[in-house]
C-alpha cells in the first residue's frame, strides 16, 4: 500500500511499506475526480510535466511515458511474424495503443479499460498518448479484462497487462488462472507481456508473478527499463510466449523497423537484443 501526500508545493508518493518516497514540485493541480473505480488526479509538475495519478500512485508523465509504452509495443511487433489482433488490458493512457497502430500489418486492436473516466481524462491531458485511440482499428472497451479475456480462443497474437499494481480489481491480472485464460486466448505463436513492479522494493511478491507465468508458458523472460516516476525507477517487465524467443527479431521486419526507430525515444533493436540479458538481483527476484 501506499500513503500519498498533496502538500501546498510538492507532492510525495510513500511506498514500500511507507519507508521510501518520491516528491514531485507542483505547479497547479490541473484535474481531481473520485470515479467509479479509483481517484483521479493530473498534476502539473517543475520536474516531470503533467503526471497522471490514479488512487495517489504515479501512473504517466510526460517526461518518461514513451520507455514504458515503446517497449511494450515494439518487442512484440518485432518478435511476432505477423501480427493481426492486439489485446490491451488497462492501458486507459493510450501509450500503449499509440505505439501498435505505427505498425501497419495489425488489424484489430481492443483496448479494455475497467475505468473510461481514464481514457476521457487522458484525452484531455495526455493527448500525445491518446493519439493513436482515434485509429479505425481500436476497439476502446470500458470493462474488466479478468472477465473479458474469457470470450476469446486463439484468437489474439499479442495480450498485454498495462495494469495498476496487484491490488483491487486489479489483483485478478497477476494470477495463474487469469494467465491461463490469456494463453487460451493467444495464438499458437502468441505473445504477452506485462508490467512486474520493482525487484528492489518488492511488496508484492513478484517471484509468484513469474511463478504463475512459468506455469502457463514454456517461454518466460523478463527485462527492464528506467520509469522516473515509478518507485524505485528500476521497472521490470514479463515477456511470456509459447515457443517464440524474444531475442529473435523477425528479419523481414527489419527494414521497417530500420526507419521507425529513428523516430522513437526509446525503442531501438541493439537496445531489443540486448535487453533480456539481465543483473544477478533482476534473476533471483524474478527467477528468470
Ligand atoms: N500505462 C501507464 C504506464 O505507463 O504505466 C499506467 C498504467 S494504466 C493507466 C493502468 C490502468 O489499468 C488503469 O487505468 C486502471 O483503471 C486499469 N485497470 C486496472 N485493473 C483493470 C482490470 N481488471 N481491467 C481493465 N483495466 C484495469
Known sequence: ??????????????????????????????????SKYQKIDVLDTLGVGKLLLLDGKTMVSEIDEFVYHEVMGNIPAMVHPKIRNVLIIGGGD????????????IERIDLVEIDERVIEVSKIY????????SDPRVNVKPQDGVEYIKSFKNFFDVIIIDSTDPEDFAAGLFTQEFYKHVSDALTDN????????????????????????RA???VVKSFTGPMLIYP????????????????????????????L?????????????????????????TGC
Request: hydrophobic letters at 35%.
Open 190 to 213: 502468441g505473445i504477452m507481456m506485462a508490467q512486474t513492479e520493482n525487484p528492489f522494493y518488492d511488496e508484492y511478491g513478484i517471484k509468484s508473478f513469474y511463478d504463475n507465468l
Open 94 to 105: 493510450g501509450g500503449i495503443v499509440r505505439e501498435f497502430v505505427k505498425h501497419p500489418e
Open 126 to 133: 495526455f493527448p500525445n498518448c491518446t493519439s493513436g485511440l
Open 1 to 34: 500500500m501506499t500513503e500519498n501526500l498533496l502538500g501546498n508545493e510538492w507532492y510525495s508518493e510513500r511506498y514500500f511499506h511507507k519507508n521510501v518516497a518520491t516528491s514531485f514540485k507542483i505547479k497547479s493541480v490541473l484535474h481531481s475526480e473520485q
Open 261 to 285: 526507430q529513428k523516430t522513437l525515444k526509446w525503442y531501438n533493436m541493439d537496445w531489443h537484443r540486448g535487453a533480456f540479458n539481465i543483473s544477478n538481483i533482476h534473476k533471483k527476484v
Open 216 to 218: 502457463v508458458y514454456p
Open 232 to 259: 524505485g525507477v528500476f521497472w521490470t517487465f514479463a515477456y511470456a510466449s509459447k515457443g517464440l524467443l524474444p531475442t529473435q527479431l523477425n528479419e523481414s521486419k527489419i527494414p521497417f523497423m530500420s526507419e
